[in-house]
């Protein structure tokens, strides 16, 4: 199943890349979104995998992939993000979704539940919770903000696998398309992210209380998804979580760090059943 793609201009004008698997309607629609910097295209594995009989959404936010850039910083920030997903969402007409958030996008699940109950029906939230582990943010900080200009994609492959955490890419092909997703050819012959590295000016701010968004959830069906040696959802916030949120499903995945990339089998599964239990 292929997607289709549609460029979707935000209010301000900005173009938002979108990718659509629509293999029908039966079945309520799954809302994909991205890590901080990731993009649509991770979830182009996972996304025929769960699709029977439902569309799936995924999103480029503005500054990262396919969709536009923006002078403006603010541009890029989490509450300008969840406004471009209502308004994507609105524009083809998704509501009554089943989000599935890795990392930042699983924040954005949460602040949609608040800000668009009935957007958001059930979320799978992949290594994300309301606390933040500072070792991890400060990697993420560092990484979202650099360009290292590396001279092949054979060289974007050395750089990832050496400074990534770790994760279930088992196969050199399957690290070459990470590389593939993560860093582009410019102009220059030279390979760069594929989003603007400013972001990472954003990631010094104070994090804001985040508990009241994971409490829009407590009444909705929850499959929290874990690396077991990840360094941002430890275990004293995943506890807490399931305080809040005691149905709440958890799959951990060992030996995986930041994030998973959801096509693990024990994943998939966990994914697959809790999308079949979802009234």
Same mark, same amino acid.
């Given at each position: 199943?292929? /997607?289709?793609?549609?460029?979707?201009?935000?209010?301000?004008?900005?173009?938002?890349?979108?990718?659509?698997?629509?293999?029908?309607?039966?079945? /309520?629609?799954?809302? %994909?979104?991205?890590?901080?910097?990731?993009?649509? *295209?991770?979830?182009?594995?996972?996304?025929?995998?769960?699709?029977?009989?439902?569309?799936?959404?995924?999103? !480029?936010?503005?500054?990262?992939?396919?969709?536009?850039?923006?002078?403006?910083?603010? =541009?890029? *920030?989490?509450?300008? %993000?969840?406004?471009?997903?209502? &308004?994507?969402?609105?524009?083809?007409?998704?509501?009554?979704?089943?989000?599935?958030?890795?990392?930042?996008?699983?924040?954005?699940?949460?602040? #949609?539940?608040? *800000?668009?109950?009935?957007?958001? =029906?059930?979320?799978?939230?992949? !290594?994300?919770?309301?606390?933040?582990?500072?070792?991890?943010?400060?990697?993420?900080?560092?990484?979202?903000?650099? &360009?290292? *200009?590396?001279?092949?994609?054979?060289? %974007?492959?050395?750089?990832?696998?050496?400074?990534? +955490? +770790?994760?279930? #890419?088992?196969?050199?092909?399957?690290?070459?398309?990470?590389?593939? #997703?993560?860093?582009?050819? @410019?102009?220059?012959?030279?390979?760069? $992210?594929?989003?603007?590295?400013?972001?990472?000016?954003?990631?010094? =701010?104070?994090?804001?209380? #985040?508990?009241?968004?994971?409490?829009?959830?407590?009444?909705?069906?929850?499959?929290?998804?874990?690396?077991?040696?990840? !360094?941002?959802?430890?275990?004293?916030?995943?506890?807490?979580?399931?305080?809040?949120?005691?149905?709440?499903?958890?799959?951990?995945?060992?030996?995986? @760090?930041?994030? /998973?990339?959801?096509?693990? $089998?024990?994943?998939? @599964?966990?994914?697959?059943?809790?999308?079949? !239990?979802?009234?």
């Amino acid at each position: 199943m292929d /997607p289709v793609t549609h460029t979707i201009p935000a209010r301000d004008g900005l173009p938002i890349h979108v990718l659509e698997w629509n293999a029908g309607h039966r079945l /309520p629609p799954i809302l %994909c979104l991205p890590g901080l910097v990731r993009t649509s *295209a991770d979830f182009e594995a996972v996304a025929p995998a769960i699709g029977s009989e439902r569309r799936i959404i995924a999103i !480029d936010y503005p500054g990262r992939g396919e969709s536009g850039r923006s002078r403006d910083i603010e =541009r890029y *920030a989490p509450e300008a %993000c969840a406004r471009d997903v209502m &308004d994507v969402c609105a524009a083809l007409h998704i509501h009554g979704a089943i989000a599935i958030g890795t990392s930042f996008g699983g924040l954005l699940s949460m602040g #949609l539940a608040v *800000a668009r109950p009935g957007l958001i =029906r059930a979320a799978v939230l992949n !290594d994300i919770g309301p606390d933040i582990g500072s070792g991890g943010a400060d990697f993420v900080r560092g990484f979202v903000g650099k &360009d290292p *200009a590396l001279e092949s994609l054979d060289a %974007c492959v050395s750089y990832l696998q050496t400074n990534l +955490p +770790p994760l279930s #890419l088992d196969t050199e092909g399957a690290w070459r398309r990470m590389a593939e #997703l993560t860093y582009a050819q @410019g102009a220059d012959g030279r390979f760069h $992210p594929v989003w603007d590295t400013r972001i990472a000016m954003l990631l010094s =701010r104070p994090a804001p209380d #985040l508990w009241p968004l994971f409490g829009a959830l407590a009444q909705r069906p929850v499959l929290l998804i874990r690396g077991a040696v990840s !360094d941002i959802l430890l275990p004293d916030t995943v506890a807490r979580m399931q305080t809040v949120h005691p149905s709440m499903r958890v799959v951990t995945l060992p030996g995986i @760090g930041h994030a /998973p990339i959801l096509t693990e $089998p024990p994943a998939l @599964g966990a994914i697959r059943t809790f999308l079949e !239990d979802c009234p």
